[in-house]
């Protein structure tokens, strides 16, 4: 029998985890590892101290870390990976891991450990006094009187405090071991093995930042904000006009009562007042309301010593899709830029020309939150190529649900929002222009209405800015219905079988898209084409028929009761297919030679010798798919090369 060797360690690093990133916080001179905590099988665990009794590990245990034969076992397994790598000089192969933390993701479940236990009901819980612990002996900790002024408690500053350390450590090995047990069923693909690997890699490879022009644009935009508020204070007499308070009183002064001073009240403000004063007041408080450096002192925060960034991507993030989220610079929504000639911008910036910016641009923060995207650099000698599927979501629903007129648009002109116009309202597509309101309430339908949304979801797409009442937004919700029919019925569909899988325990409820819904001993699985399982973890029908189950709430982060419905049911399996092409094309470009360096969204961006053609990296990323026969005709990639990432 393979040996599972379950792993948990403590560690020391100055650098602060959640703000710079597991990379930085290795990196730390002060970096160790306190408590290195173990079980081979279900054998008992043990605890060695390394901060107290500096033996190592035993020479067994070191060279199981690299042994194939040996399953390793974490939670985070990154983490232990990462640390460990450090500790030995050794490469920990990330195929040689299995991730609780993933395992409960795949599940539907919270992916972190107390939480995961707490759902699972586990017998053993971690102890819940473990992050004043941690607080206590893994970070710094502020030098006073009573302390003796120093700046990190060690095992010797409080033994008992030590000793329960150890015990919630010993803890932690327990409970993780209990959830690999109780999620040993899930059945994972070789494909999505082979993905969470490749994910490991482009983890651990990151994307260069431009330090210098990261450095600049926070000078610059400190200077731009001191003028700022140095300008507001002349013109209001106040000695602090960023107060709201102080503001609001400064304004009823002038004749203007206001309730409130967010961004929607200042540019109503700005649209009424005629006052010159009291408008260029409101345009530097507009100014000061925009963080455009918040990205840059993240990057500045997680570069590691090489000029890179690492650990941009979760896997799995979104438990419900298993499509990546962002994490430290949260690259998944970066500002846009529409700068002309944005290399000559960069150089200003770079040049720290406060004055040549003022002088070329109304708004400072603007420009800078425009270059953001920019301070990703390929290093010398090298280019980004950066390739992205085009409506990648809208591709995928009609596929799914073999609406032809929309296949139709995608496997010619693909200009979705016209032809959705022109296919509801029964107008000549060569009608609808570019910039018109037919093509705006095109695009609007397109994104609100495809998951069962309704006139809410118009409006939440901004369908209020069309200036249509009530009764004009509902005809735009029944055209858009009438004219995609089968989308409509892939809704009901799904709805159905998964209800009836639910009713049926264990007997398999296909649907005419390709997934199949089951309900096992944890949970409702909706197996998509490509063989991955999403999971709704405790799905049953409640007294009314309705689908409900159990999952984190992404807002609060509590573990408790949600409702699906066929439209939502949809939305899921369309993005959850639509992340494993994506996933499909970055193992081709992997195996092809491209590094990637991270995506975002539909894009995939990777890091080749200058000369190298972004339209092989596409043609790479448009070809068939084996699950999704015929795709390939609908989907297309589209891209461009750039010294520094932006968006073309």
Not at 514 to 538: D, E, F
Not at 623 to 642: E, F, I, K, M, N
């Amino acid at each position: 029998m393979t040996d599972t060797l379950y792993i948990d360690i403590e560690t020391y690093s100055s650098v602060d985890l959640p703000s710079c990133g597991l990379y930085k916080y290795v990196e730390a001179p002060d970096f160790e590892i306190l408590l290195f905590q173990y079980a081979y099988n279900d054998n008992p665990v043990t605890v060695l101290d390394l901060a107290t009794y500096w033996d190592g590990l035993p020479d067994s245990v070191l060279e199981d870390l690299t042994d194939p034969a040996v399953v390793k076992v974490a939670h985070n397994a990154a983490f232990e990976r990462t640390c460990l790598g450090k500790y030995t000089g050794e490469y920990m192969d990330p195929a040689q891991w299995r991730d609780t933390m993933i395992l409960c993701a795949y599940n539907g479940l919270p992916m972190s450990l107390d939480a995961a236990g707490a759902a699972l009901g586990l017998p053993e819980q971690k102890l819940a006094e473990g992050k004043a612990l941690i607080s206590y002996f893994c970070k710094p900790c502020k030098p006073t009187k009573a302390n003796g002024g120093r700046t990190r408690n060690m095992p010797e500053d409080a033994p008992e405090k030590w000793e329960r350390f150890k015990a919630y450590a010993e803890r932690d090995v327990v409970v993780e071991r209990d959830i690999d047990h109780q999620l040993s069923a899930t059945k994972i693909t070789p494909t999505e093995q082979n993905v969470r690997c490749l994910d490991a890699r482009i983890v651990e490879r990151g994307v260069m930042i431009d330090r210098e022009l990261v450095a600049s644009a926070i000078d610059v935009d400190e200077r731009s904000r001191a003028a700022a508020e140095e300008e507001m204070r002349r013109l209001t007499g106040l000695p602090n006009p960023n107060s709201p308070s102080q503001l609001k009183a400064w304004l009823q002064s002038a004749g203007i009562a206001v309730d409130a001073l967010d961004k929607k009240a200042v540019t109503d403000l700005l649209g009424r007042v005629k006052d010159k004063t009291v408008r260029r007041v409101l345009e530097l408080r507009q100014q000061l309301g925009k963080t455009s450096t918040t990205k840059y002192a993240a990057m500045m925060d997680a570069v590691c010593d090489d000029g890179r960034v690492r650990g941009l991507l979760q896997y799995y993030g979104a438990a419900r899709t298993g499509r990546w989220a962002g994490r430290l610079v949260q690259v998944q929504n970066l500002p846009q830029n529409h700068l002309d000639d944005i290399d000559a911008v960069r150089e200003i910036v770079r040049a720290r020309d406060l004055d040549g910016l003022e002088l070329l641009y109304d708004s400072i923060p603007d420009t800078l939150s425009q270059l953001i995207r920019t301070a990703f650099v390929a290093p010398e000698g090298k280019t980004f190529l950066v390739a992205d599927y085009h409506a990648i979501e809208a591709v995928c629903i009609a596929y799914l649900a073999r609406e032809a007129w929309r296949l139709e648009v995608f496997a010619t002109h693909g200009k979705i929002y016209e032809a959705s116009y022109s296919q509801a309202f029964g107008v000549p597509f060569e009608s609808v222009k570019k910039g018109s309101s037919e093509r705006q309430k095109g695009k609007i339908m397109e994104l609100a209405l495809g998951y069962g949304g309704g006139v809410s979801a118009l409006l939440a797409f901004g369908a209020d800015r069309l200036g249509l009442d009530q009764a004009e937004l509902q005809t735009l919700v029944d055209r858009w219905r009438a004219a995609s029919p089968r989308i409509c019925a892939m809704w009901r569909e799904c709805e159905r079988a998964a209800k009836a899988a639910i009713r049926h325990p264990g007997t398999p409820q296909k649907c005419g898209n390709g997934c199949t819904y089951l309900l096992g001993r944890s949970g409702l699985r909706c197996i998509l084409p490509s063989r991955r399982a999403l999971t709704y973890w405790g799905a049953h029908l409640d007294e009314e028929g309705s689908i409900v189950f159990m999952a984190q709430n992404q807002i609060t982060h509590k573990w408790e009761r949600c409702e699906t419905w066929g439209g939502k049911l949809v939305e899921n399996i369309v993005q959850a297919f639509a992340r494993d092409i994506l996933a499909e094309a970055m193992l081709r470009l992997d195996i092809a030679g491209y590094p990637i360096v991270f995506t975002v969204h539909d894009e995939i961006i990777t890091e080749m010798p200058v000369g190298s053609r972004w339209e092989d990296q596409a043609a790479i990323m448009g070809q068939p798919v084996d699950w999704a026969p015929g795709l390939d005709r609908y989907l297309h990639a589209d891209g461009y090369s750039t010294p520094f990432y932006k968006k073309d």
